[in-house]
């Protein structure tokens, strides 16, 4: 017996709008990846670590972002428009007195002195280690009225900080486990201060410049205990913010960013400060 079969036309039946679905999310991921390779291709290592740490922390880029060729349009970064920080160099008003003063401030022969040992001793380590030699041109070595005062100074390059970051990069670290015997042997009090530009972070964002230049100052004395000052050496660590800017007329050029160690000595006559040196190498 023969049998017919009946062709139904649709057998497959509706499959809805699933299709679509997984279609835009395959649209959605080729976008993303060809605007990852578009700012791959079209900027600078510099301007990627702007657009990193803007998602990662929320602060606003430093500078206009600059494809390549393109001229920098931040008047910070024009030329010689701010001045790049000074080598390692004794400074202050006291400096020029020399050892043979004996009119002068009082404690000035000490303050040079052990300043000028402090530049030599670093610098003879930079001459064989090339990452601290490096770091070295940011550091600025100031003779003042409280001691001597040593400052390592970004140039917005990544060397000291990462923009926004608490955390020192490998070259500052380097440099402060160089001083830290330095600052033990000569068993001074010290004090250490952080500093950040003027750029505000978004608003709703946990953190602050404050928050900020404190743990920097904080991760700055943690390295230099490691490296054999004692603690009852430190007699203050202090969060600037942006409030003593290296370059005041350029409240986000990079230079703003700064660490500070202060080697208090005392001058003649000042009995306090000379009182907290006695006590500092206990």
């Known amino acids: 017996m023969a049998r017919r079969f009946k062709k139904v036309d649709g057998g497959h039946g509706h499959h809805g709008g699933a299709w679509k679905v997984a279609y835009a999310d395959f649209v959605t991921a080729m976008m993303a990846l060809f605007m990852v390779l578009w700012l791959l291709a079209s900027t600078d290592q510099q301007s990627r670590k702007e657009i990193s740490n803007y998602f990662r922390t929320g602060l606003m880029p430093q500078v206009d972002l600059a494809t390549k060729g393109s001229p920098q349009t931040s008047a910070v970064f024009i030329g010689a428009a701010v001045p790049a920080p000074p080598p390692v160099r004794i400074e202050g008003a006291d400096a020029g007195r020399g050892k043979d003063d004996k009119n002068g401030s009082g404690g000035t022969d000490e303050r040079l002195a052990t300043a000028q040992d402090l530049v030599k001793r670093l610098q003879r380590f930079a001459a064989v280690d090339g990452e601290l030699k490096e770091v070295m041109r940011n550091v600025r070595v ?68 404050w928050d900020l230049s404190y743990q920097r100052a904080s991760a700055a004395l943690e390295i230099l205990e490691a490296a054999g000052v004692a603690d009852s050496q430190v007699t203050g660590v202090f969060a600037r913010g942006a409030s003593q800017l290296y370059l005041p007329k350029s409240p986000l050029a990079p230079q703003n960013r700064r660490l500070s160690v202060l080697i208090k000595i005392a001058k003649n006559g000042d009995t306090k400060l000379a009182a907290a040196e006695r006590g500092a190498g206990k």
């Open 142 to 209: 100031e003779v003042t009225n409280d001691g001597i005062l040593i400052e390592a100074v970004d140039e917005g390059k990544g060397l000291l900080f990462d923009s926004a970051s608490s955390r020192l990069n490998e070259p500052l670290a380097r440099f402060l486990r160089t001083l830290g015997p330095a600052l033990a042997t000569l068993g001074k009090p010290i004090e250490i201060h952080g500093h950040t530009d003027a750029r505000p972070f978004m608003q709703g964002a946990r953190t602050s410049n």
